[in-house]
């Protein structure tokens, strides 16, 4: 798959489940911007039919390499993120897996199930990434019971597999100069921020700025009743130059582990 299918394929999934992503993108385009992105990102769990490297081989296939791992200890999360080996314009890629074995035997059950639940043909398609939830329709209980021990899972379980934000490249943008601007312009145009951390996470001096929007939210139809869940949400992404000149690439872990909580049902 080209990567223009890819993207295309991924924006289109998300986008639709993301009503603010695309509200956002208007407002951007309304003051003149053209829009990039920075990066997107996908969860998964660290079993061996699922895990990051399999939700990968698409993008390996389209030519991205693999630049960096991240390791989240309380949320008991790992993560690597891939660029593209020789197109520095396409965005990044984030994929983090949960690691089910620190978790309750209930959970790891459960787990067990989402995953022995796929069909055969999508475990081995080399395209799980755009295929969303391929277990059987989610039960509330266990959705609770999933949130009690980690948001992650319980996002998972509703959620599958899709990517979970795209994120506009603010030192692209022509009329936005730092994502202080981009902030207070969303919160005047209604937009909820994920303050976890403070509403700007990391610092010059840590060479990323990011912030986000808390994630959308969609109705599911569980077994016992319907109910409005989080989907995906918006990221912003400022990059600064390190001292050889060059933007920092990668991803700053104590950044990360707050802006995974914009798809909390409870935010801090
Ligand atoms: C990923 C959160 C981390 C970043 O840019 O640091 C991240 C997620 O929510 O799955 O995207
Ligand atoms: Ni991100």
């Not at 391929?134 to 980690?150: G, N």
């Not at 409005?228 to 400022?238: D, G, V």
Request: aromatic share 14%; glycine share 6%.
């Amino acid at each position: 798959m080209t990567t223009t299918k890819i993207f295309d394929t991924l924006w289109a999934e998300y986008s639709e489940r993301t009503p603010s992503a695309q509200k956002i993108n208007e407002l951007f385009i309304g003051k003149g911007n053209q829009i990039f992105n920075d990066h997107v990102a996908f969860r998964t769990f660290d079993d061996p039919r699922v895990d990051i490297e399999v939700l990968a081989k698409p993008f390996l296939a389209a030519g991205y390499v693999e630049n960096g791992d991240y390791t989240f200890e309380a949320k008991k999360l790992y993560a690597k993120h891939y660029e593209h080996a020789t197109d520095k314009n396409l965005p990044r890629v984030f994929i983090s897996q949960l690691k089910i074995a620190e978790f309750s035997v209930e959970l790891q059950e459960e787990v067990e199930k989402m995953i022995s639940g796929i069909p055969l043909e999508a475990l081995t398609s080399d395209d799980l990434v755009f295929k969303g939830r391929l277990w059987e329709q989610p039960s509330f209980e266990v959705y609770e019971k999933l949130q009690a021990e980690t948001e992650y899972a319980a996002w998972l379980y509703v959620n599958g597999f899709c990517s979970n934000h795209f994120t506009v490249d603010i030192n692209k943008l022509e009329t936005f100069k730092s994502l202080q601007e981009v902030n207070h312009f969303l919160k005047d145009n209604g937009f909820k921020m994920n303050t976890s951390g403070g509403e700007i996470k990391g610092s010059p001096e840590e060479f990323l700025e990011q912030s986000s929007v808390l994630a959308d939210r969609i109705p599911v139809d569980f077994k016992e009743l319907t109910k409005e869940i989080t989907s995906c949400y918006y990221e912003f992404a400022f990059r600064h130059p390190m001292p050889n000149g060059a933007l920092f690439s990668g991803f700053v872990t104590g950044s990360a582990d707050k802006i995974f909580e914009s798809t909390d049902m409870k935010p801090k």
